[in-house]
């Protein structure tokens, strides 16, 4: 009978998926996914032992023993093209590394890390006079406190921000509760480039495993 006595075999539904993950093994790990398979160089958030990591979905993947499930995918389009890929598939190679590692090495911390988030509150109904503050907050100090380092920061600021100035979580929630402001849970956009000087400064200088991989690129583009 057809398929009978196999090991394992190709998956036939878009359930799971091969992962490229930054660790020092050369092997892909199989996940399931509820959704569609994701485009290769997606990056997907997984469980890895007691612990959870970023990898890149390489392809669908075949039935193994034990799979676990896809946390979350990352990206809604690839943050890895098909040109980065393939580089660093032939890097892998080459060097007898982990596609993974080598993955990581070639794109920014941010672009490996978690999403980290942080809470955020705003105000949202401004208090124009004196005579309204007086009303407001009556005898509630640190809430009229707060509510005014709020307005002086520009009407934002992270919760953690208040808390180092000595305002309480329940000083916040009483703010809230008067309709004052509104706390929300941000994601932190990272940027990897934003302890750059401005300015077109020096050229890059190549490593010799650079040159090298750089030579065989241009090689391969001259017999094309």
Not at 51 to 80: F, K
Not at 86 to 109: Q, S
Not at 165 to 183: N, P
Request: aromatic share 4%; hydrophobic share 40%.
């Amino acid at each position: 009978m057809p398929g009978s006595g196999a090991a394992s075999k190709p998956c036939q539904g878009p359930s799971l998926v091969e992962v490229a993950l930054p660790l020092p093994v050369r092997r892909l790990f199989t996940y399931r996914l509820a959704g569609p398979t994701p485009a290769a160089g997606t990056r997907v958030r997984v469980p890895f032992r007691n612990r959870t990591l970023t990898g890149w979905v390489l392809g669908p993947g075949s039935e193994v023993r034990g799979v676990r499930d896809v946390i979350a995918v990352l990206d809604s389009r690839p943050s890895v093209g098909a040109e980065l890929l393939e580089l660093a598939r032939w890097i892998a190679e080459y060097y007898v590394a982990p596609v993974g590692v080598v993955l990581r090495a070639m794109l920014p911390a941010p672009a490996t890390a978690a999403p980290r988030r942080r809470l955020v509150a705003r105000v949202v109904r401004p208090i124009g006079t004196l005579a309204e503050l007086e009303g407001v907050f009556g005898r509630a100090k640190r809430q009229r406190e707060a509510f005014e380092r709020l307005v002086e920061a520009g009407g934002t600021q992270a919760v953690a921000a208040l808390a180092e100035q000595g305002f309480s979580r329940s000083v916040v929630r009483g703010l809230e509760a008067k309709g004052l402001i509104r706390v929300t849970d941000d994601v932190v956009v990272r940027d990897p480039f934003r302890k750059e000087p401005a300015g077109e400064g020096d050229a890059p200088h190549p490593t010799a495993g650079q040159r090298g991989v750089l030579r065989r690129m241009a090689g391969t583009l001259g017999r094309g």
